[in-house]
């Protein structure tokens, strides 16, 4: 395990290396890769979907309308950035704020896994669905499993997986700001249980309700 200063110090290598990533179409209409921004040495990390407008041009994550929404719900729990992690699935602005494209996600996931690896969060909330489903390697949709906590293993290790709407899908509903409210909440509890032992912090009462959406798939819960 790397301490603070090895972590930051890696983190900030590798954001350098992405800054010149050519691995998929997007990086020719972008103004800049958002890496990423945040604590390198958080337990709690948040995974949104991708750049916008305001995000490409200031090269920080979530600092549009969607991310005032972000950080008034991370005040709400007594967090800060500087207490987290953010990042996204796309590194990169998809023209007109577009869905990411499959091909976008696949040629982008290394530097997300890279991401985690170094930065070892305990506690990984993904924004929406396209974080969720990539993160959970389930196609079930946010719908069905925001607020109920997975266990997932990414690369080497195991982190649990939080998927919560996203913040944008909430900003102008809301009775699903209201249950994005309440699954936040859910947070320093989580948090708390999965800094004593990650596999303390499973939801066996809220999981054990959950039913595959359309794939006959269980999930991977416990
Ligand atoms: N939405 C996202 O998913 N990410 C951002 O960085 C901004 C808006």
Do not use: W
């Given at each position: 395990?790397?301490?603070?200063?090895?972590?930051?110090?890696?983190?900030?290598?590798?954001?350098?290396?992405?800054?010149?990533?050519?691995?998929?179409?997007?990086?020719?209409?972008?103004?800049?890769?958002?890496?990423?921004?945040?604590?390198?040495?958080?337990?709690?990390?948040?995974?949104?979907?991708?750049?916008?407008?305001?995000?490409?041009?200031?090269?920080?994550?979530?600092?549009?309308?969607?991310?005032?929404?972000?950080?008034?719900?991370?005040?709400?729990?007594?967090?800060?950035?500087?207490?987290?992690?953010?990042?996204?699935?796309?590194?990169?602005?998809p023209?007109g704020n577009r869905d990411?494209?499959?091909?976008?996600?696949?040629?982008?996931?290394?530097?997300?896994?890279?991401?985690?690896?170094?930065?070892?969060?305990?506690?990984?909330?993904?924004?929406?669905?396209?974080?969720?489903?990539?993160?959970?390697?389930?196609?079930?949709?946010?719908?069905?499993?925001?607020?109920?906590?997975?266990?997932?293993?990414?690369?080497?290790?195991?982190?649990?997986?939080?998927?919560?709407?996203?913040?944008?899908?909430?900003?102008?509903?809301?009775?699903?700001?209201?249950?994005?409210?309440?699954?936040?909440?859910?947070?320093?509890?989580?948090?708390?249980?999965?800094?004593?032992?990650?596999?303390?912090?499973?939801?066996?009462?809220?999981?054990?309700?959950?039913?595959?959406?359309?794939?006959?798939?269980?999930?991977?819960?416990?």
């Amino acid at each position: 395990m790397a301490d603070a200063v090895e972590r930051a110090a890696a983190l900030r290598e590798y954001a350098e290396a992405v800054a010149g990533c050519t691995r998929c179409a997007l990086a020719r209409g972008r103004t800049q890769v958002v890496f990423g921004a945040g604590n390198p040495d958080a337990d709690l990390m948040f995974v949104g979907e991708a750049p916008g407008f305001h995000e490409d041009q200031q090269g920080v994550p979530f600092v549009g309308q969607a991310g005032k929404l972000l950080d008034r719900l991370l005040a709400g729990i007594g967090l800060s950035r500087a207490d987290v992690y953010i990042a996204n699935t796309l590194k990169c602005r998809p023209p007109g704020n577009r869905d990411p494209l499959p091909e976008e996600i696949a040629a982008c996931e290394p530097h997300l896994f890279r991401q985690i690896e170094l930065i070892e969060p305990k506690l990984v909330a993904t924004l929406g669905n396209f974080a969720t489903k990539l993160l959970s390697g389930r196609p079930t949709g946010i719908t069905r499993v925001h607020g109920q906590v997975q266990e997932v293993t990414l690369g080497t290790r195991t982190v649990l997986l939080y998927p919560l709407y996203h913040p944008a899908a909430a900003l102008y509903t809301p009775s699903m700001l209201a249950v994005l409210e309440e699954d936040f909440a859910r947070i320093p509890a989580l948090l708390e249980r999965a800094q004593a032992s990650p596999a303390a912090a499973s939801d066996t009462e809220q999981d054990a309700a959950i039913e595959p959406e359309a794939d006959p798939i269980q999930l991977g819960l416990f």
